[in-house]
């Protein structure tokens, strides 16, 4: 009888062990939006992870789900907003915001041609 509720015990908790989950959420931290198709950069802390490193996005929620019992470097990169780097535990979930990245420009160039030529001959020089 011992041996069986031993037995029980430990498939629970290998059981809960192997669905370890964790969500991220990222959102706008200006206008507090969930970002689609953010990248997530994940690398696992432990030398004994099956998958060392990994590459996701974001779903139409900005919601994304890390499944292991590790924790994991994380990296969230956007184009427009700033990288956002942070570390992550096994069964954590989070919500990150990204701070927008504006660059405004004082000049820019406008050039073009009137017909095909060389790349050599497309800049006039004066």
């Known amino acids: 009888m011992f041996k069986n509720l031993t037995f029980i015990i430990l498939l629970t908790l290998c059981a ?3 669905y370890a989950q964790s969500v991220l959420q990222v ?6 939006k969930p970002l689609m198709n953010a990248a997530i950069y994940y690398k696992c802390l432990d030398s004994k992870c099956p998958v ?6 974001t779903d139409s929620l ?12 994380i990296e969230v990169m956007m184009i427009g907003y700033v ?13 990150i915001y990204l701070k927008e990245n504006v660059n405004d420009l004082n000049e820019f160039v406008v050039t073009g041609q ?5 790349a050599v001959k497309s800049v006039q020089k004066n």
């Open 62 to 73: 900005g919601k994304c789900v890390i499944n292991g019992i590790h924790g994991y470097n």
């Open 83 to 95: 990288r956002y780097k942070t570390t992550l535990t096994a069964n954590q979930n989070k919500s």
């Open 16 to 18: 809960n062990i192997s």
């Open 27 to 32: 959102f706008s931290a200006g206008s507090q």
């Open 52 to 57: 060392s490193k990994n590459l996701i996005y």
């Open 114 to 118: 009137y017909e095909q030529t060389s």
